[in-house]
T-cell receptor, first 120, second 114 residues
Framework: GAVVSQHPSRVICKSGTSVKIECRSL??????MFWYRQFPKQSLMLMAT?????????EQGVEKDKFLINHASLTLSTLTVTSAHPEDSSFYIC????????????????FGPGTRLTVL | AQSVSQHNHHVILSEAASLELGCNYS??????LFWYVQYPGQHLQLLLK??????LVKGIKGFEAEFIKSKFSFNLRKPSVQWSDTAEYFC????????????FGTGTRLQVFP
């Protein structure tokens, strides 16, 4: 299997506070983890890619100082939304890949259940 | 830049009807193609994927998809849908030389009525 968990599943916070979301690969080592944001009735938008032990790569338009990503181990990545505001309310989803190896890697991303963030 | 289009935003079918969901992508190089399903209240699950070889790919739960390179398409099909197939379906693509960036389509909501 390839199970990815996220914690918490739902969080409500006040504007100005910081929120940390954890993403764990439960039964495999994930060399790469991804963070997505999904708006209602829209598709997933990639926010950043993180590799264990190195700095995350952020997509254009994503503020790295606002969305802090730490990938401290092969099974855990965290996303911290700093000084959250109502416009940060969204569904945040992580995914992880098992490295297949080779020059042209054919990794499949396995997704977590998502975290619903509501900022009041 | 890569992009993925899913033309059917909302599909409503009766049980036993046949299903085809369209997916077209825009990219000039070699790609990997995926269909993911998101059942109500659940996380995204991989239905099937195409990396190379036979362009007709069979996935779980009776789904299949055909890669037509000349049309840049990867349509999802099922000959007879069930009520339990009610879900959101996402087509996704990444470039074989850069598998980190998975580009999703906007999704198709499928409702199947008994």
């Amino acid at each position: 299997g390839a199970v990815v968990s996220q914690h918490p599943s739902r969080v409500i916070c006040k504007s100005g506070t910081s929120v940390k979301i954890e993403c764990r690969s439960l039964d495999f080592q994930a060399t790469t983890m991804f963070w997505y944001r999904q708006f209602p009735k829209q598709s997933l938008m990639l926010m950043a890619t993180s590799n264990e032990g190195s700095k995350a790569t952020y997509e254009q338009g994503v503020e790295k100082d606002k969305f802090l990503i730490n990938h401290a181990s092969l099974t855990l990545s965290t996303l911290t939304v700093t000084s959250a505001h109502p416009e940060d309310s969204s569904f945040y989803i992580c995914s992880a890949t098992k490295l297949a190896g080779g020059l042209f890697s054919t990794d499949t991303q396995y997704f977590g259940p998502g975290t619903r963030l509501t900022v009041l | 830049a890569q992009s993925v289009s899913q033309h059917n935003h909302h599909v409503i079918l009766s049980e036993a009807a046949s299903l085809e969901l369209g997916c077209n992508y825009s990219y000039g190089g070699t790609v990997n193609l995926f269909w993911y399903v998101q059942y109500p209240g659940q996380h995204l699950q991989l239905l099937l994927k195409y990396f190379s070889g036979d362009p007709l790919v069979k996935g779980i739960k009776g789904f299949e998809a055909e890669f037509i390179k000349s049309k840049f398409s990867f349509n999802l099909r099922k000959p007879s849908v069930q009520w339990s197939d009610t879900a959101e379906y996402f087509c996704a693509v990444n470039a074989q030389y850069n598998t980190d960036k998975l580009i999703f389509g906007t999704g198709t909501r499928l409702q199947v009525f008994p």
